[in-house]
Every structure is written in C-alpha cells, then in structure tokens.
Nanobody, 131 residues
Framework: VKLVESGGGSVQAGGSLRLSCTASGFPDTSYCMGWFRQAPGKEREGVATIGSDGSATYTDSVKGRFTISQDNMKNTLYLQMSNLKPEDTGMYYC??????????????????????????GGQGTQVTVSS
C-alpha cells in the first residue's frame, strides 16, 4: 500500500490550500480514507474521514472550513482547507484505515480514532499558516 501526499505549503491566516493523496496497491478489502495532522510537540489529531459512500466526518475545529472528498476513478483523496488559522499548522498525513466492526455493526473510524486505527498512512505534507 502506498499513499503519497502533496499540496502542502505556507500561507497566511485566512488563506486556502488543497491537499491531495494518491493511493495505490490496496488489497481487496474495505477501508476508509482520511486525514490526520501533527503539530510540533503535539499528538496526532484526526481531521476528517470519508467512507466509500462519500459520507464525511470532521473534527470540530475544522468544521465549516475543511472539506474532504475523493475521486475513485483517480484513486485520489483531497482535503480542501479554507480560512486557515495558525493552529492548523502541522504535518498532514493521508490515511487508509480498515472499517471498524463493533458488535453487529461496522463503520469508519471517527476523526479522533483515525490516528490509532488499523491501516496505513503516508509520509505527510507540511502545512504552515502564519498570522
């Protein structure tokens, strides 16, 4: 499994960036895609997840500002980030995680579960937001 992120950079507060993640080599199994980030000196934080049906969930701090989407034909995951804030600074990682089976139900990991969920992650792309 290979996940390659791109699109990071440096912007001023209020600016926008779009991250991309190309995916390849997945086994024939169900998985959920998402993004998590890590700021210097802080733990990894889930940002957003999206299921194969397109349903998306976001951590509260990015709701209304970030949009996760995927293009299955291109095997690409996106994260559109708008109205960026200095606290959004960090390394952003693309993730492909296995669907969680809980009792008789199954679902994608929630954003706060994403960093520790079973699956795969990319090498990351740096996002720096200056005030």
């Amino acid at each position: 499994v290979k996940l390659v992120e791109s699109g990071g950079g440096s912007v001023q507060a209020g600016g926008s960036l779009r991250l991309s993640c190309t995916a390849s080599g997945f086994p024939d199994t169900s998985y959920c895609m998402g993004w998590f980030r890590q700021a210097p000196g802080k733990e990894r934080e889930g940002v957003a997840t999206i299921g194969s049906d397109g349903s998306a969930t976001y951590t509260d701090s990015v709701k209304g500002r970030f949009t996760i989407s995927q293009d299955n034909m291109k095997n690409t995951l996106y994260l559109q980030m708008s109205n960026l804030k200095p606290e959004d600074t960090g390394m952003y990682y693309c993730a492909a995680k296995y669907i969680m089976v809980i009792g008789y139900t199954s679902r994608c990991p929630l954003p706060d579960e994403l960093p520790r969920a079973r699956g795969f992650g990319g090498q990351g792309t740096q996002v720096t937001v200056s005030s």
